[in-house]
Each structure stands twice: as structure tokens, then as C-alpha cells.
């Protein structure tokens, strides 16, 4: 400590003797012998926690689409503060700031004397050193009790103030000291910081406040919540009190003339309030939002520990660059809006997923982000993030249904199956015996049937081919049992399937049939895996992270080979059939895709999952009340009936436009083509003849059709021609 400052501090405890020797306030007395040695020994300044400031998130090009924050601040050096906004405060706040050595002296006795005959705190003499370890003191307390020891009403809390006033000069230069008030204190309006001030109330930064701006926000540290503008017209009168009160200390001070200062106070406010909007409510892409803040929350990647990274969203400053693909989200939100209605119970959701990498490029949903009026369940918000998990803000999900038969596609092919192999049908099926689950068990349910669904047929030869494009259960059915169900299961967790909930995966013979809830981020993520020949990356939506500092840390992709690349060439080029002979004929994007249909039994939910080279995503369809209570079958959705909704009626659609219009400036990529020697031919007792015969049935019908439309045509052409000789008859009638 200089002698200067144990001179000026020698004189305080002089000061502070006398007024202490006066009743105590609040029980905090401190007896005269004992004021040396308080200011002599200081403590080491108070600890400072990184102040809490915004988190902003950008898409993949670097727009910022969200933020969130605990204090909407922003911290800049004092060589970004304008030097009339720093004058300003040191005016009205502590005018002998850098002539003092951490207290004012005559304001402490003022203060002191006045405080003491109250019988309480009624007057301010705190030094903008003092005011700053309040501030500081303030953001580092974790509990009640530490907030409110922090702004005590006692003599004993201002002895302490004054004391690690003194560290803290001791420890910064007068500039380091402004730099951190001007950043800490509150203005108002929820602003924290000069520099948030400056935007919420004038629309500008810290370095362009003029004097009527930079008088303004001094005027309102004292009083914060008084002269808070956007509480009405007394707040603002309030406030621009006080700014001619801090442009009259300005002129006092020498700061600025009396001219200027009379100018500037017949000026009007000039207010120019714009929102601080925080939180994923306010983001044009709140679903995504809300994602990346859960992932803050639960990836280790930002945190050992839950309450570290609980601390860590909470202190924010970050800037998150995401994989959000703007182009992408918009063809999402467009798909699903023209065909679910934010108001139906009924709700789709959508997720788009990066084969190679994993990066989610959107998160759309029917519905609006937010609460619904009166906190109902039921109507056009939901905050529940429907296209992914509970640990994402997810709800529980939909059965996947038939998507999952994939899966079970994959584990056939890898164990030598080919193209063409299969076997026959029954009408129905009961799974009585044959399959066990990862942990040996048997799992068999001989009192359950199984029944093709509608359009799959009522029996007879399928190889893994027809069996996928036509989506037939209990092909697939059989098809598990022969593989193993442990190894479809094994086969799913590597390509990344864990249920929405969380827990773990039911594996029960109608595993194949999507038994388990899913989410569309955890499908979509699964079958990019395909389209990246097998590399199953974990869905990723935060690329880089750039803290406080300004310290970047790249996230990479977390990618592993799930599958043999040759067996996912392999499921590529039968799950294109799905497109060109099955569930999803005639329903094309113009390139190279792949994909599944997933029709739930009793119709309790529907989904699509396709993916090309380039994009891969799942859509799912379900009623938020509970897909089970409220199937969907004859419902109303979108303003279009349903008399029953499959997948590829209603997800598959919305799958189409999106990708249309999310790979609409993409070049089109070709699927590798399988390696015949190995998957191709095989042999399906029947099934030739099958396909035969289904040929003629189909030409059959379709000659009946065309024989009817002719015939219909036929007769129109004789309806007009009569007509028109029947009206020329009558003209002549009426012309005689």
C-alpha cells in the first residue's frame, strides 16, 4: 500500500471512528481501537466471477438466429465506451473518483452522520470503487443469504465494502476499475453493462453514445427499476430528471460547459428502445434453439459435470456456431405447414440430418413454439421440442414403426442374404417360439397374431426385396427369427436407435415391426448412416465454440463405421426400390434416394424415413394426446380427411417438398452401386410365379379400367352429340 493511500485511509478510520462511536446501526457496531488495525490489514479483493453476458447462436453461414442469457450483457473495454458516457458517470457518481484512494472521505461522513441519526441507511456516499465490490460481491453470491449480507443495511457491510475498496485499488488502476463498473453495474430494462444499455435504450453501441444518451443511462445506475423507461411515462420523467441532474453535475465538475449542458437538457430523451429478446422463444428457429441449449446442458463436450455445465450456460458469452441450414429449415417448416395445422391435435415433426458427419440442418414441427393461453395442453404451441428426445426437450415420441424393418434388412444382408432370397408367407403369424433377447431370454409371445397391414397382402413368397418394397410384417416377422432378433437389435444400436425416452430398447419379436418410440433426430441421424455407406455419426447441431476469450474450439463430427460399407450399398439399392416399386411409388425427388415407409398397427402413428447421398430425414405423424387413445384413423388433418393415415399418405409427402426444396441448388449424388457377386440373385420358391400372376391380375384390372373409361368416353361423345343436334332442332323451333 502507497503511503498516500495508508494516509488517506488513516483519515477515514479517523472519520469512521467518530461516527461509529455513535448508537450502532443494526447491531454492527466497531469499537474505535480496533478501526486501525481493519484498515491496515486489508483483505485480497473480492473474488470475481466471469460476468454472466448473452450467448449468441449462428446458423452455418454466421447469421445469429437466437440467444439466450441469465443478464442481457455484453462486456467491452473502456476504449469502446464513449469518453463522455465515462465522464457522465464519474460526474454524477463519485466526482473526486481519481483524485481519492478508493473512498470519498466527506461523502462517507455525510453519508455516516446522516445514516446514523436516521437510524439507518438513508444516504449514499459510496465511491464508484465501493459501488463496484457491492456489484461484484452481488454476482458472485449463490444463496439468499449471501445476496442479501451484500446489501445489508449495517455499518459493519460498508466497513467491509470500504475494505475491499481499498484492495481493489491496490490492485487495478483507476481506468481497470471504471472499465469493470460500467460493465457490472445495471441500468435498467434489463440491461447489464454499458454496452446492453446503450443498445436496449438508444439502438447504438457504448462507443457512439452522445452526451444527452450517455447523460441519460448515468442518470438511471442509482435508481435502476425507478426510471426504467419501458414501465410508462412517470418512469420516464423520472429519468429525465436525472439526466439533467447529471448533465447539471457535468457542468459543475468542468466536465462539460453550462451552454452545452442547458442544450442538451431542453432536448427530448431520444429514446429508441429495440427488444433484447432472449431465450429460444424469441429465435426464429426456436426448436433448434432449444435443442443446442439442452445439448449445452448434457453433453460432456461442455462440462464434466452437470452443475459445471449448468454454470457455464449460465455465465454465457459464448458464441455457438450451429449446423442449422436455414434453406433446409424453411423447406421443413414449409412442407409440414401446408399439411398440419398448428391448431390439430394430430402433429407432425421433421428432422434433417447430414450423411458423413451428422450435423442436424432442421427441426421443424406442426406446431408453435411457446404456451398455450391458460397453460391448456391441447392447442397451436406446445414446448415440447416433437422432433427430438426427452433429454433434447423432446417428448416421448411415436412407435417408428416399419422403419425399423431396416434394420433387420441390414442384419440379413451382412449375414449373406441376397437380393432375391425369401421364402413364404401365412396369412397371419404367431410368434411362439424362436426368439430371444440380447440377454438369452426367450421373449416369444404365443397368445399375440400378427396380420399383414392393408395393401401388404394376406400371404404368400417374398425374397428381402418384394418383402421390403411392399413392407410386408410378417415377412419380416420370419425374417428376424431367422437372423436372430439379438442381431437386428445389435445391428439398430449401432447405427445410434435409443429410445425418445431414454430407456432401454423393448426387445420383444415385434422389434422389426417398430415397436419402440422414437424421435426424428435419432431416425434421421440412423438412416444417414446408410447414405454414408455405413458411418454413423451422432447427430451434432454445434460446430464451433468461441468463449469470452474469443478462444475457438472446433467440435468434431463423433463418426464410427457402424456397418460393412458393401452392406449398406446393399440396403441402398433395395431400399430405392421403395420409391420405384413399392409404398412410395410415383412419389419422386429426381435423384438418387432411399427410403422407408412406417405405418403403425391400428394406424397410432406414421412416419417416412428417406435419405439421399447428401440429406437424410424422418418425418413422423401422431396425435399429442396419445397415439394409442386417439389413432389416426378418419381424422382431419390439415384441413384434409383421412381414412386412415400410412406413411406414405401423409409423411412421405411432407419428406418429398422438404427435400425438394432443401437440396434444391445441391447436385444431385449417385447411391454406390452393390456389389452384385455378392447380394445379388438368390432364389424364392414361388416367387416368380407369384409376380407372374400378380402381373396379370394388374394388367386384368387395368384393361377393365381402360375398357370402362372408354366406354365412359363413348357415351360422353354420344351425350354431346345428341345435345347439340337436339339445341339446333330447338333453335329452329323457336325461330318459326
Known amino acids: 500500500m502507497t503511503v498516500l493511500k495508508l494516509g488517506v485511509a488513516g483519515a477515514v478510520g479517523g472519520v469512521l471512528a467518530a461516527a461509529l462511536a455513535l448508537p450502532a446501526v443494526g447491531g454492527a457496531g466497531l469499537a474505535a481501537r480496533n478501526v486501525a488495525d481493519t484498515f491496515v490489514d486489508l483483505p485480497p479483493a473480492p473474488r470475481e466471477e466471469p460476468l454472466p453476458q448473452v450467448t449468441r447462436l449462428l446458423d452455418k453461414n454466421g447469421r445469429q438466429f437466437a440467444q439466450f442469457y441469465t443478464a442481457n450483457r455484453t462486456t467491452v473495454p473502456l476504449a469502446e465506451v464513449a469518453p463522455l458516457m465515462r465522464r457522465a458517470i464519474v460526474a454524477v457518481e463519485d466526482s473526486r473518483f481519481y483524485e481519492h484512494g478508493g473512498l470519498d472521505v466527506r461523502g462517507t461522513l455525510r453519508a455516516a452522520l446522516t445514516n446514523t441519526q436516521a437510524g439507518g441507511v438513508r444516504q449514499g456516499g459510496s465511491s464508484l470503487t465501493q459501488q463496484l465490490v457491492k456489484n461484484i460481491l452481488l454476482e458472485s453470491a449463490e444463496t439468499d443469504a449471501e445476496r442479501a449480507q451484500a446489501t445489508a443495511p449495517s455499518l459493519g457491510r460498508k466497513v467491509s465494502e470500504l475494505r475491499y475498496a481499498l484492495a481493489l485499488e491496490e490492485k487495478y488502476t483507476k481506468d481497470e476499475i471504471l472499465e469493470r463498473y460500467l460493465n457490472i453495474a445495471y441500468f435498467g430494462a434489463g440491461a447489464h453493462g454499458v454496452e446492453a444499455a446503450a443498445q436496449r435504450f438508444f439502438s447504438t453501441t457504448?462507443?457512439?453514445?452522445?452526451?444527452?444518451?450517455?447523460?441519460?443511462?448515468?442518470?438511471?445506475?442509482?435508481?435502476?427499476?425507478?426510471?426504467?423507461?419501458?414501465?410508462?411515462?412517470?418512469?420516464?420523467?423520472?429519468?429525465?430528471?436525472?439526466?439533467?441532474?447529471?448533465?447539471?453535475?457535468?457542468?459543475?465538475?468542468?466536465?462539460?460547459?453550462?451552454?452545452?449542458?442547458?442544450?442538451?437538457?431542453?432536448?427530448?430523451?431520444?429514446?429508441?428502445?429495440?427488444?433484447?429478446?432472449?431465450?429460444?422463444?424469441?429465435?426464429?428457429?426456436?426448436?433448434?434453439?432449444?435443442?443446442?441449449?439442452?445439448?449445452?446442458?448434457?453433453?460432456?463436450?461442455?462440462?464434466?459435470?452437470?452443475?459445471?455445465?449448468?454454470?457455464?450456460?449460465?455465465?454465457?458469452?459464448?458464441?455457438?456456431?450451429?449446423?442449422?441450414?436455414?434453406?433446409?429449415?424453411?423447406?421443413?417448416?414449409?412442407?409440414?405447414?401446408?399439411?398440419?395445422?398448428?391448431?390439430?391435435?394430430?402433429?407432425?415433426?421433421?428432422?434433417?440430418?447430414?450423411?458423413?458427419?451428422?450435423?442436424?440442418?432442421?427441426?421443424?414441427?406442426?406446431?408453435?413454439?411457446?404456451?398455450?393461453?391458460?397453460?391448456?395442453?391441447?392447442?397451436?404451441?406446445?414446448?415440447?421440442?416433437?422432433?427430438?428426445?426427452?433429454?433434447?426437450?423432446?417428448?416421448?415420441?411415436?412407435?417408428?414403426?416399419?422403419?425399423?424393418?431396416?434394420?433387420?434388412?441390414?442384419?440379413?444382408?451382412?449375414?449373406?442374404?441376397?437380393?432375391?432370397?425369401?421364402?413364404?408367407?401365412?396369412?397371419?403369424?404367431?410368434?411362439?417360439?424362436?426368439?430371444?433377447?440380447?440377454?438369452?431370454?426367450?421373449?416369444?409371445?404365443?397368445?399375440?397374431?400378427?396380420?399383414?397391414?392393408?395393401?401388404?397382402?394376406?400371404?404368400?413368397?417374398?425374397?428381402?426385396?418384394?418383402?421390403?418394397?411392399?413392407?410386408?410384417?410378417?415377412?419380416?416377422?420370419?425374417?428376424?427369427?431367422?437372423?436372430?432378433?439379438?442381431?437386428?437389435?445389435?445391428?439398430?444400436?449401432?447405427l445410434g436407435i435409443a429410445r425418445a425416452d431414454g430407456g432401454p430398447l423393448r426387445e420383444v419379436p415385434t422389434f422389426t415391426l417398430g415397436v419402440n418410440e422414437m424421435d426424428p433426430v435419432t431416425v434421421a441421424a440412423s438412416f444417414a448412416a446408410f447414405g454414408a455407406r455405413g458411418r454413423y455419426c451422432r447427430p451434432q447441431a454445434i460446430v464451433e465454440i468461441v468463449d469470452r476469450e474469443g478462444k475457438r474450439t472446433v467440435v468434431a463430427p463423433a463418426c464410427e463405421q457402424a456397418i460393412d460399407r458393401q452392406v449398406a450399398d446393399a440396403v441402398n439399392h433395395v431400399l430405392q426400390g421403395v420409391f420405384t416399386q413399392g409404398t412410395m411409388k410415383g412419389k419422386s425427388i429426381g435423384r438418387h434416394a432411399a427410403g422407408k415407409?412406417?405405418?403403425?398397427?391400428?394406424?397410432?402413428?406414421?412416419?417416412?424415413?428417406?435419405?439421399?447421398?447428401?440429406?437424410?430425414?424422418?418425418?413422423?405423424?401422431?396425435?399429442?394426446?396419445?397415439?394409442?387413445?386417439?389413432?389416426?384413423?378418419?381424422?382431419?388433418?390439415?384441413?384434409?380427411?383421412?381414412?386412415?393415415?400410412?406413411g406414405a399418405s401423409l409423411p412421405g409427402p411432407i419428406w418429398v417438398s422438404s427435400m425438394l426444396g432443401a437440396l434444391r441448388d445441391t447436385p444431385g449424388t449417385r447411391f454406390v452401386a452393390p456389389d452384385h457377386s455378392r447380394f445379388g440373385g438368390g432364389f424364392t420358391p414361388g416367387l416368380k410365379e407369384a409376380l407372374e400372376a400378380e402381373k396379370r391380375a394388374t394388367d386384368a384390372r387395368r384393361a377393365v379400367r381402360g375398357e370402362r373409361v372408354r366406354w365412359e368416353r363413348r357415351t360422353k361423345d354420344r351425350a354431346r352429340r345428341w345435345w347439340r343436334a337436339h339445341r339446333t332442332h330447338h333453335h329452329r323451333d323457336r325461330r318459326r
Open 597 to 646: 415407409t412406417g405405418t403403425n398397427n391400428g394406424y397410432t402413428s406414421a412416419w417416412f424415413a428417406g435419405y439421399t447421398p447428401d440429406l437424410a430425414a424422418a418425418v413422423s405423424v401422431g396425435d399429442i394426446r396419445g397415439s394409442y387413445r386417439h389413432p389416426l384413423r378418419g381424422v382431419v388433418i390439415g384441413g384434409q380427411g383421412y381414412g386412415s393415415v400410412q
Open 206 to 494: 457504448a462507443a457512439r453514445l452522445t452526451l444527452n444518451q450517455a447523460a441519460t443511462l448515468a442518470g438511471t445506475v442509482r435508481s435502476p427499476y425507478a426510471t426504467d423507461p419501458s414501465l410508462g411515462a412517470q418512469a420516464r420523467e423520472r429519468l429525465r430528471q436525472r439526466r439533467d441532474t447529471v448533465l447539471d453535475r457535468m457542468a459543475e465538475s468542468g466536465t462539460i460547459t453550462a451552454a452545452a449542458a442547458a442544450r442538451a437538457k431542453k432536448a427530448p430523451l431520444g429514446l429508441r428502445m429495440s427488444a433484447a429478446p432472449g431465450g429460444c422463444g424469441e429465435s426464429e428457429y426456436p426448436f433448434f434453439c432449444l435443442y443446442v441449449q439442452r445439448e449445452l446442458l448434457t453433453s460432456p463436450v461442455f462440462g464434466n459435470t452437470a452443475a459445471e455445465r449448468q454454470r457455464r450456460l449460465a455465465r454465457g458469452g459464448l458464441v455457438l456456431r450451429t449446423t442449422l441450414d436455414p434453406r433446409a429449415q424453411r423447406a421443413a417448416d414449409r412442407a409440414i405447414s401446408a399439411r398440419v395445422h398448428a391448431a390439430d391435435t394430430e402433429v407432425a415433426a421433421e428432422a434433417m440430418v447430414e450423411p458423413g458427419t451428422g450435423r442436424i440442418r432442421a427441426m421443424a414441427v406442426s406446431k408453435k413454439y411457446g404456451r398455450n393461453p391458460g397453460n391448456k395442453n391441447n392447442g397451436p404451441r406446445t414446448t415440447y421440442n416433437l422432433a427430438a428426445d426427452v433429454a433434447h426437450g423432446g417428448g416421448l415420441g411415436f412407435q417408428a414403426g416399419s422403419t425399423f424393418k431396416v434394420y433387420t434388412l441390414a442384419t440379413a444382408l451382412a449375414q449373406g442374404w441376397r437380393f432375391n432370397q425369401g421364402f413364404g408367407t401365412p396369412g397371419h403369424f404367431v410368434p411362439a417360439q424362436g426368439y430371444r433377447d440380447c440377454a438369452g431370454r426367450p421373449v416369444n409371445a404365443p397368445g399375440a397374431r400378427v396380420y399383414n397391414a392393408s395393401g401388404e397382402g394376406k400371404g404368400g413368397p417374398h425374397s428381402i426385396s418384394t418383402g421390403t418394397w411392399k413392407s410386408v410384417n410378417i415377412f419380416y416377422m420370419m425374417l428376424e427369427r431367422k437372423v436372430g432378433l439379438c442381431n437386428v437389435v445389435k445391428t439398430a444400436r449401432a
